[in-house]
């Protein structure tokens, strides 16, 4: 039996699916080779396809309720493709790009942004500056904490060190075992914060913590990003900067904080088995998020366990700053 701890908030339906399956799959530009007109095509079937008119008035109430209390978006039996290829796990993105035929996933991701009133990005150190990624196993990386690791992640929010932080990250499930114990887990800032002691929230607002950049950011190897700074965990009161087992305290009662903090993670995590169709949208600075295993049954199925993710922001003009010249939606970094 599957697990599934966070309420689903919309489903589609059987029609609505089928129906956005078949639109997606007549869109014929590779969002890999041109992701603007990509994005323009999926404008163009927001504004006019009667099958995301439902869906477009459950998110335009979503977006009236706080993000604090409530930072999950879990929908079900979303379009995804009808035919997923096989990847390898030496060069899965390679493999991506080379097989992959239509671009559903990547329409859906991309359709809910749009929908949501939010801009996808992308990174030039990540998956060289692919708008749409992949969590599914590389070899190389399959012990590392990055969405390219095999086994367990951390509870972290992406990109925390970043000069650039997401306040989205979007997950589409493609391919997932039932048979395989295999959670992504979800903390909310909101829960933490009220169960943590006054002594242990100040020590957090303190610049007394350390955190390494990602794996995945310092692997990319396309842009140099040098030593992180020195941080707080606990900023404007309600963000959680922290990766578990790397956010390391400075002093004794920072290292104090950083074990208090883990352990009340634990205790107010909630867990979804994710199966294909199902997505979920993160409010980035008002949670953590990770992946925990228990038994896995079928190895051949863990190393094709697959979901795609786009990482987004509200607004791109406080980040042009920072975008390649020429792109609206490419991170130098």
């Known amino acids: 039996m ?3 701890e966070l309420p689903v908030d919309f489903s589609f339906t059987d029609t609505e699916r089928s129906a956005l399956v078949r639109r997606l799959e007549s869109i014929r530009v590779n969002p890999y080779k041109a992701y603007e007109a990509f994005r323009h095509e999926i404008c163009m079937l927001v504004a006019s396809d009667p099958h995301v008119a439902r869906f477009r008035d459950f998110m335009e109430a979503r977006r009236r309720v706080s993000a604090y209390e409530r930072p999950f978006v879990f929908v079900a039996n979303c379009p995804i493709d009808s035919v997923l290829p096989e990847l390898g796990n030496v060069d899965p993105v390679a493999d991506k790009h080379a097989k992959k035929r239509s671009f559903v996933a990547e329409g859906f991701l991309q359709l809910h942004a749009d929908v949501a009133g939010e801009h996808p990005i992308s990174y030039l150190n990540v998956n060289d500056g692919d708008v749409f990624q992949d969590i599914f196993p590389k070899a190389s990386l399959s012990d590392s904490q990055s969405q390219k690791a095999l086994g367990p992640i951390h509870f972290h929010k992406d990109l925390a060190n970043h ?15 039932d048979d395989n114990e295999i959670w992504t887990t979800f903390v909310a800032n909101r829960d933490v914060l009220a169960a943590l002691d006054r002594n242990t929230l100040a020590v957090l607002r303190e610049g007394a913590f350390y955190t390494p950049f990602d794996d995945l950011s310092m ?6 990003l040098g030593r992180a700074a020195d941080h707080a965990v606990l900023t404007r009161e309600v963000e959680l900067r922290f990766f578990e087992k790397r956010t390391e305290g400075l002093t004794d009662s920072a290292t104090r904080a950083v074990q208090r903090l883990t352990e009340t993670l ?16 993160i409010a980035n600075n008002l949670s953590l998020h990770g992946k925990e295993i228990g038994i896995v049954r079928n190895e051949a199925a863990q190393r094709q366990r697959w979901s795609i993710k786009t990482v987004n922001v509200h607004a791109i003009a406080p980040h042009v700053p920072h ?11």
């Open 219 to 224: 692997m990319g190897g396309n842009v140099a």
């Open 2 to 4: 599957t697990c599934r």
């Open 163 to 177: 000069f650039v932080r997401p306040d989205l990250v979007n997950i589409l499930s493609l391919r997932s075992c």
């Open 266 to 281: 634990h205790a107010v995590k909630r867990r979804v088995q994710m199966r294909p169709g199902d997505f979920v949208s």
């Open 323 to 333: 975008l390649v010249p020429g792109s609206s939606y490419l991170i130098n970094g």
